[in-house]
């Protein structure tokens, strides 16, 4: 079975930073593109950004585009991303979501963590 | 930016009873690239449908995809009470993929 699971959440001020991880067991991480989406409370969904299966490709929402980083690291089944420069729009809750293939690209978000809630306030 | 646009917002039905759901996208598309989630309270979306009608593993075949350039709609043959839900289109044919607002199936 599928498991994603996030952490790393919280509250933080403005200007600060915070990195999620999402902990991924169940399927062969490796083989697979990951992504974060996020959703504002009581909003819809935002995609945020999306990493390939090898980390090589990274792929970038223009609202968090030089502000946040993915990353994973396949010995550890881990995906991560760093925030950084935290506004108040960046408040909600990031979804770590497991891809349908490789690339991150084209591709649906066939299984999904339960999210870690990230509040951006002073 | 592709801008996914759902209607209604509130959809006011009784189990038994056939939804239609529609989406429409401010640039056409193939149905190749649209997938429809499904968000019950307190929980994460899970994938429901994509492409022409692919259903996603263990989705009843109660729920279809059809559609074509910038109309798509999502339909519920018969609603279960379970599938009382929000649904949210979404078009991966260009980043940044983009999703629709939703659109909430409430009992009547």
């Known amino acids: 079975e599928v498991q994603l699971l996030e952490s790393g959440g919280g509250l933080v001020e403005p200007g600060g930073s915070l990195r999620l991880s999402c902990a991924a067991s169940?399927?062969?991480?490796?083989?697979?593109?990951m992504t974060w989406v996020r959703q504002a409370p009581g909003k819809g969904l935002e995609w945020v950004s999306g990493?390939?299966?090898?980390?090589?490709?990274?792929y970038y929402a223009d609202s968090v585009t030089g502000r946040f980083t993915i990353s994973r690291d396949n010995s550890k089944n881990t995906l991560y991303l760093q925030m950084n420069s935290l506004r108040a729009e960046d408040t909600a809750l990031y979804y770590c979501?497991?891809?349908?293939?490789?690339?991150?690209?084209?591709?649906?978000?066939?299984?999904w963590g339960q999210g870690t809630l990230v509040t951006v306030s002073s | 930016e592709i801008v996914l646009t759902q209607s209604p917002g509130s959809l006011f039905l009784s189990p038994g009873e056939r939804a239609t759901l529609s989406c429409r996208t401010s640039?056409?598309?193939?149905?190749?690239?649209v997938a429809w989630y499904q968000q019950k309270p307190g929980q994460a979306p899970r994938l429901l449908i994509y492409?022409?009608?692919t259903r996603a593993t263990g989705i009843p075949d109660r729920f279809s995809g059809s559609g074509s350039g910038t109309d798509f709609t999502l339909s519920i043959s018969r609603l279960e009470p379970e599938d009382f839900a929000v649904y949210y289109c979404?078009?991966?044919?260009?980043?940044?993929?983009?999703f629709g607002q939703g659109t909430k199936v409430e009992i009547k």
């Open positions: 979501a497991k891809d349908s293939g490789k690339i991150a690209q084209r591709e649906v978000f066939d299984h």
């Open positions: 169940g399927f062969t991480f490796s083989s697979y593109a």
């Open positions: 990493i390939s299966d090898s980390g090589g490709s990274a």
């Open positions: 640039q056409s598309l193939s149905i190749t690239y």
């Open positions: 492409g022409a009608s």
């Open positions: 979404q078009q991966f044919a260009r980043s940044p993929w983009t």
